[in-house]
């Protein structure tokens, strides 16, 4: 859309096909996609666009999405329904673990399904459980069958290599992530394992339908759980399935910072009227509402950088002519656009190669080889040298940094490190979190879940409570010299972490001296050195007051001012929007340089121009991401009223995983979790102890 030719180029385009729609609105990619559209609708009205997904939870939003936002929404074509696959959850003769994520129980089972099938796809969550599952079935592959690994931080020739053996038939298993989600349609996967619970029952269907691609033919799955949790969610995906019942999420809208981005690209284009291409833009289903004093503040902050940023001639992106358009003020500009383009900002990232280590005048020598991938800077500037690591399903010992990134040797060793990722999880779906509700306040139902979670939820309901599935259990309990407050709201890893973080500074100011939180995807759990059941007892401490909804208002504000998070939001507004660059020839910023540049601007918008758009979009960025404000709302909506609680002598069956996650990582090896199963032996102990 940038380049002066797109209006000759694209004057004839007739149509225009999206495949997998309801994987592309939900993004700032689909935003800035929607801009694009709206541009070439001016440029080539007669073009017609057509959408194709298998998976939609709202088809009427994706169809108003398709077309302009005055138009008709596009017409409705369903296709033919296709056999119902056949999905089952591991019935495991092992004891699934009550807490964790590794699902290193089932290695033994998962290895026997693969052996019995042509070729499967195991599916998991995150890469870090992707390096793990891989390299727990190399160790248990005693029959030294193909077993690949596939997911985004591998480099781009090794996935190839992956997708071209499948396609020759050359592999039996693939452990994968994502990155195999879409447009794998190999008819020879012919069974489909998942993992760890798939946080939502489209991603499932998504998935499972990687298996037996033909209409006529039923996908084959395995559901693999985690722990005791997420065999409720299992059920809970699978019962969806079965319904065909569809939570992808709402398409994403009405964001600044991409609308900055669209505008300098637009300019980069050749000269325009503001008030043409606002037309242009809130025809725009994703910028509908847009309000045109919006649109100006845009425009301003892409001439000017804002109020605050005025003096600074390399924000001043546009120039305003005689006769009323808007030009590029420079050359340079249009460079540095098509250089930084795009929506998505990735965590610094270094190449990870293969070491030769050679010895020259008496001294060691370490060079570069082929490089096997990428891993985040964060994480390999905490390894010292001689430290071990998973990466590209291999153990690697660390051996320093040099000036092209990470340099590595093959070393066989025990307990490597497992890298972990920023924003690697999957969160817990608003429909299946309201299924997993249902499941537990209906003991008919146990009898589908496996008998150890039955006696486990049968424990429960003697030793506690199990709530209805329109209430909030809280528990209270003494335990080591602390006192514990656990709740059950199974709104997701996001929304407990914010209302735990807002939970502690009220339960700050209310005296009862709150050391820390840990947040799982069902249950949040706050220790304290006063007794939290005697300040309820007393009514020193009122529950209700304590989950008000008024806590999303200056609590909240409170907070986000002295947290790091909106700095890291803002940064990544700052990038999209093209007030920070980081890639141009010979000056490519560091991670680090971007964020020490970001922490200043925004420190001086914060005192100077607290409204300005890029503040705004970072607010926005926050509430929907990463603190998940939205959903934590409605949680606090759907309890008021609705708050049961319990004062214990000692720890619940069901609060014994949340509390096995304090001091833990979110994803840790068979070694790590040897030097908890202790604890977790006398947590679990405690719990179904009779008396």
């Known amino acids: 859309m940038a380049d002066p030719a797109a209006a ?23 935003v800035l996609l929607s801009l694009a559209m709206s541009r070439i609708a001016t440029l080539a009205p007669e073009m017609r666009r057509i959408g194709l997904s298998a998976t939609v939870a709202d088809a009427d939003a994706l169809r108003a999405w398709l077309v302009p936002s005055r138009n008709t929404p596009a017409t409705l074509v369903m296709g033919k329904a296709g056999a119902a696959p056949n999905i089952r959850i591991l019935d495991s003769v092992e004891r699934v673990p009550w807490s964790g994520h590794s699902s290193l129980y089932s290695i033994p089972e998962v290895y026997g399904a693969i052996k019995s099938a042509k070729l499967t796809l195991v599916f998991v969550n995150t890469r870090s459980q992707a390096e793990m599952t891989f390299q ?21 020739a090794q996935r190839r290599k992956v997708e071209a053996a499948m396609s020759e038939g050359k592999l039996r298993a693939v452990v994968c992530t994502s990155t195999l989600d879409l447009g794998i349609d190999w008819g020879d996967v012919d069974l489909v394992i998942h993992v760890g619970a798939p946080k939502g029952s489209s991603r499932l269907l998504q998935r499972i339908g990687r298996s037996n691609h033909r209409l006529d033919v039923p ?63 809130t025809s725009a289903w994703t910028y509908r509402n847009l309000s045109r004093e919006d649109f100006d503040k845009v425009i301003d902050y892409v001439a000017t950088g804002g109020y605050a940023l005025r003096a600074y001639e390399r924000y001043a992106k546009l120039k305003l002519t005689p006769d009323g358009m808007w030009r590029i003020a420079h050359p340079r500009f249009v460079q540095q656009y098509k250089l930084n383009i795009g929506t998505i900002v990735a965590e610094e990232m270094l190449k990870v190669r293969i070491a030769s280590v050679r010895k020259r005048l008496g001294k060691r020598v370490v060079t570069g080889g082929r490089v096997l991938g990428e891993l985040e800077e964060w994480f390999l500037s905490q ?59 209906d003991p008919s139902s146990w009898k589908r879940l496996p008998p150890q979670v039955r006696d486990w939820l049968s424990a429960q309901r003697w030793k506690s409570l199990v709530p209805k599935a329109n209430q909030m259990l809280i528990e209270t309990f003494p335990r080591a010299d602390k006192h514990y407050l656990v709740c059950y709201p199974f709104e997701g890893r996001l929304s407990h972490q914010t209302l735990g973080m807002l939970l502690t500074r009220r339960l700050e100011r209310a005296g009862a001296q709150p050391m820390g939180f840990v947040a799982s995807e069902y249950a949040l759990v706050i220790w304290a050195l006063r007794d939290l059941s005697l300040m309820i007892e007393s009514g020193r401490l009122s529950l209700a007051r304590l989950f008000d909804e008024d806590m999303l208002g200056d609590d909240l504000d409170a907070w986000l001012a002295e947290s790091n998070l909106m700095k890291r939001t803002f940064r990544n507004a700052a990038i999209i929007a093209g ?65 049961v609680h319990r004062a214990l002598e000692m720890v619940s069956p069901m609060a014994v995983p949340v509390l096995l996650e304090i001091g833990r990582e979110s994803i840790y090896g068979e070694a790590h979790d040897a030097l908890l199963a202790e604890a977790a032996d006398q947590l679990i102990d405690e719990a179904m102890r009779l008396v």
């Open 8 to 30: 000759h180029l694209l004057r004839k385009l007739h149509t225009l096909i999206l495949d997998e729609l309801h994987a592309l609105v939900t993004s700032k990619r689909g």
């Open 136 to 156: 727990s079935l190399w160790e248990a592959n005693e029959d030294h069958l193909p077993i690949a690994l596939h997911h985004g931080s591998l480099d781009v």
């Open 219 to 281: 996908s084959e799955a395995m559901l693999v759980p985690s722990n005791r949790f997420e065999v409720l969610e299992c059920v809970a995906a699978l019962e969806a399935a079965r319904v065909n019942a569809q939570d992808t999420e709402y398409p994403a809208v009405h964001k600044l910072d991409v609308l900055a981005q669209h505008v300098l690209g637009r300019a980069c284009a050749g000269p325009f009227a503001a008030h043409q291409l606002f037309a242009e833009v």
């Open 383 to 441: 390894l010292a040298i001689g430290e071990t690591f998973l990466f590209s399903g291999e153990v690697l010992r660390f051996e320093g940094l040099d000036e092209f990134g990470a340099l590595a040797i093959r070393a066989p060793g025990r307990d490597p490190m497992i890298p972990s990722y920023q924003g690697g999880k999957f969160p817990l779906s608003t429909y299946l979190a309201g299924r997993v509700r249902a499941i537990l306040a």
């Open 579 to 643: 007030l920070i660059e980081k890639r141009w020839p010979g000056k490519e910023k560091t991670g680090r340089q971007v964020t020490v540049n970001t922490d200043l601007i925004y420190d001086v918008l914060r005192s100077h121009q607290p409204d300005h758009i890029l503040l705004r979009a970072a607010w926005e960025d926050a509430a929907d991401g990463l603190i998940d404000v939205h959903r934590l709302g409605g949680l606090l909506k759907r309890i008021k009223g609705q708050l």
